[in-house]
């Protein structure tokens, strides 16, 4: 039991879970001309670790869950894609092919660096404690300029919930 219990542990404690900080925009566009306000973006999304390539020095994650809001669009994730950070340097990548609701926005559309590859990362490149992406655009037009700045959102550390699963152990025996 104990086994099945850490063994759960370590895969979920490679998937992680980000929040949109206050600030974070995102603006209906053709290509790079807004067609719309910008508007303020919030919500979440979970990015899980594929793999670390050597040669590249890139950690790479798939976007696995991704749920934005703002008070006209809807964001929701119709299939990750791979995204990540460096162990060169702070800089990080983020992909998504997503599905979205509110005019002018038609499904699908993905995340794309524009105009340059900005991003950014604060803490351990396995494990970034923020994201940060200034200019990403959603292809194709009619799509939207987005900015996001993200928090990891913190987990129950691994002693309590190995603590709570030999609570309900004991509370079985009993």
Not at 2 to 28: D, F, H, K, N
Request: with cysteine; charged share 10%; proline share 9%.
């Amino acid at each position: 039991m104990a086994a099945a219990l850490c063994s759960a542990l370590v895969v979920r404690a490679q998937t992680y879970q980000y929040m949109l900080e206050p600030g974070s925009t995102i603006t209906p566009s053709f290509y790079a001309d807004p067609v719309g306000p910008t508007e303020p973006l919030t919500g979440t999304f979970s990015w899980t670790f594929v793999q670390y390539d050597a040669y590249w020095s890139t950690v790479n994650f798939s976007t696995t869950a991704l749920n934005f809001q703002s008070p006209s669009f809807t964001l929701t994730l119709a299939s990750g894609a791979s995204g990540g950070t460096s162990t060169a340097g702070p800089w990080a990548a983020f992909e998504a092919t997503v599905n979205a609701t509110g005019a002018p926005l038609t499904s699908p559309l993905h995340f794309v660096q524009w105009p340059a590859n900005d991003g950014t990362f604060e803490g351990n490149p396995f494990m970034p404690s923020r994201l940060i992406f200034p200019h990403l655009r959603l292809d194709p037009a009619v799509g939207a300029l987005v900015s996001f700045t993200a928090v990891l959102v913190p987990e129950p550390s691994a002693a309590a919930l190995l603590i709570l699963g030999l609570i309900s152990l004991v509370g079985r025996k009993s």
